[in-house]
């Protein structure tokens, strides 16, 4: 079992940039996928990022391609979500998950969340 929980959102203007950080729980956090899902106000919870278990592989959703990038540190249990030029768009909640298996779908592993506001 796998404990998470996300830190660095906040307020930002448009064009800005936000790192979040996820800190995960427990001996074997090098065994688990990683990700990003984000649910804004009014919508469903959508994918945003992935990181395989080596950091080797990364996935994307288009809306945020090239604008921001996952990483991983195992030896520090944390994985991270750099996110550049954020729009008005990006706001929504942002949830850390994890999985022995592809977190791409529905990660058996959720963070309670972090707010990101991007303000126009």
């Known amino acids: 079992q796998v404990q998470l929980v996300e830190s660095g959102g906040g307020l930002v203007q448009a064009g800005g940039s936000l790192r979040l950080s996820c800190a995960a729980s427990?001996?074997?956090?090098?065994?688990?996928?990683m990700g990003w899902f984000r649910q804004a106000p009014g919508k469903e919870r959508e994918f945003v990022s992935a990181?395989?278990?080596?950091?080797?592989?990364?996935y994307y959703a288009n809306s945020v391609k090239g604008r921001f990038t996952i990483s991983r540190d195992n030896a520090k249990n944390t994985v991270d979500l750099q996110m550049n030029s954020l729009k008005p768009e990006d706001t929504a909640v942002y949830y850390c998950?994890?999985?022995?298996?592809?977190?791409?779908?529905?990660?058996?592993?959720w963070g309670q969340g972090t707010q990101v506001t991007v303000s126009s």
């Open positions: 990181i395989i278990w080596s950091g080797g592989t990364t």
């Open positions: 998950v994890a999985d022995v298996g592809p977190v791409t779908g529905n990660p058996r592993y």
């Open positions: 427990g001996r074997t956090f090098s065994s688990y996928h």
